[in-house]
């Protein structure tokens, strides 16, 4: 298994966080009234999420074939379908919020695995390129299909037929692979810079530095161009400014890796079960007891800031425990031969 480095954990809780703020505010709040601060920074922290996710999945795509050659793309075709099916199990249960044929993030991460992991061959160089292509292709594939460029849920279920599925699961869905791949691209190049494994190996942190820059340059054009960052679907400016953040942040964690992280890196090793479990207690629990959009937003903050609370405690305690029963947990086992299903322990 590749080596845990404790500051990609912390960075991934800090996504955690982000999309519980970003999910249960909007779930519990009244309203979200426009211009308030309170709403439009939570708005943007929220939307970082899951760019934050899909880079780090590139790292650890990275870091995996590094650590070990052998079967990983084996490891990662199998990993990448459990992921799918999770998703299509998912997504069915959630068919209020994503229709009966839901494309969702869970079924987006796991083909971005499959598809990056069949790409691992190319440089990093070449991985980054096709990554930022994909961006710039997903705006122009929408204007050619005449898909809007911003979506409301009803229209980001439709799945009535197998073209509407596979439109969504390409371009028009919650997460589309075009340009979602592409973030998952760039952080396995990312990874190959910063993290190179391999006798005599040197990172390439000019590499990252002038990629990095790219992607800030070119954002900061398409919004003087008048693209706004819109999220669903992705925009060109978007995709290119707030995966330039992740790469920003990526050495600025990874220069800080210590044991100061133990509070956070907990919760970034339980990512998938949170998602999970946030869905059926934050929104299905909750409409169940009629409190959807029940709270003021001040009140929806504060409920936020406590579930951000237990959810660093319970990570903390389940840590001890080596995260038995969790999904990652469950994906570990998965992932290994029969005769090692045995030998898990907190320490992966």
Same mark, same amino acid.
């Given at each position: ?32 009234? &426009?211009?308030?601060?309170? +709403? ?32 990983? /793309?084996?490891? @990662? ?9 999770? !998703?299509?199990?998912?997504?069915? /249960? ?7 044929? !839901?494309? !969702? ?13 069949? $790409? ?5 160089? /070449?991985?980054? /390129?096709? !990554? ?5 292709? #997903? ?31 390409? %371009? ?34 000019? &590499? ?12 900061? #054009? ?5 693209? $706004? ?14 995966? *330039? ?22 919760? *970034?090793?339980?990512?998938?079960? +949170? ?33 951000? #609370? ?23 086992? %998965?992932?290994?031969?029969? @005769?090692?299903?045995?030998?898990? @322990?907190?320490?992966?």
């Amino acid at each position: 298994m590749p080596r845990r480095i404790r500051s990609l954990d912390a960075m991934r809780a800090l996504a955690v966080l982000f999309m519980l703020e970003v999910h249960l505010g909007f779930w519990w709040a009244r309203e979200l009234p &426009a211009g308030n601060a309170l +709403v439009d920074i939570g708005t943007v922290l929220g939307g970082m999420a899951a760019p934050v996710f899909l880079v780090l999945a590139g790292v650890g795509l990275s870091l995996s074939r590094g650590s070990e050659i052998g079967g990983f /793309v084996a490891r @990662s075709l199998k990993r990448g379908a459990a992921l799918m099916a999770a !998703g299509v199990a998912f997504t069915f /249960v959630e068919r209020a919020v994503y229709g009966p044929l !839901g494309w !969702g993030v869970l079924q987006c991460i796991g083909a971005s695995l499959v598809i990056c992991a069949l $790409a691992m061959r190319a440089p990093p160089a /070449v991985r980054a /390129v096709a !990554g930022i292509a994909l961006m710039v292709a #997903a705006p122009i594939l929408r204007f050619w299909q005449g898909i809007p460029g911003v979506l409301f849920s009803d229209q980001l279920m439709a799945a009535g037929s197998a073209q509407e599925y596979f439109q969504s699961m390409l %371009l028009s869905g919650f997460f589309p692979l075009i340009p979602w791949v592409g973030f998952m691209l760039l952080g396995t190049s990312a990874g190959d810079w910063l993290l190179p494994s391999g006798p005599g190996a040197r990172p390439d942190r000019r &590499a990252h530095i002038l990629l990095t820059l790219f992607l800030f340059v070119a954002g900061t #054009a398409s919004l003087a161009r008048g693209t $706004a960052p819109e999220f669903f679907p992705p925009s060109l400016t978007f995709s290119l400014l707030s995966s *330039g953040v992740c790469l920003l942040a990526l050495p600025a964690f990874l220069a800080w890796d210590s044991a100061r992280w133990e509070f956070l890196s907990p919760l *970034g090793r339980i990512s998938l079960t +949170v998602f999970i479990v946030h869905h059926l207690i934050g929104y299905e629990a909750f409409r169940a007891a009629g409190l959807l959009h029940s709270f003021e937003v001040g009140q929806a903050l504060g409920l936020v800031v406590l579930t951000w #609370a237990l959810a660093l405690l319970a990570a903390r305690a389940w840590a001890g425990r080596g995260f038995r029963l969790s999904l990652e947990w469950v994906l570990a086992r %998965l992932e290994r031969p029969p @005769s090692e299903q045995n030998k898990y @322990s907190p320490a992966e």
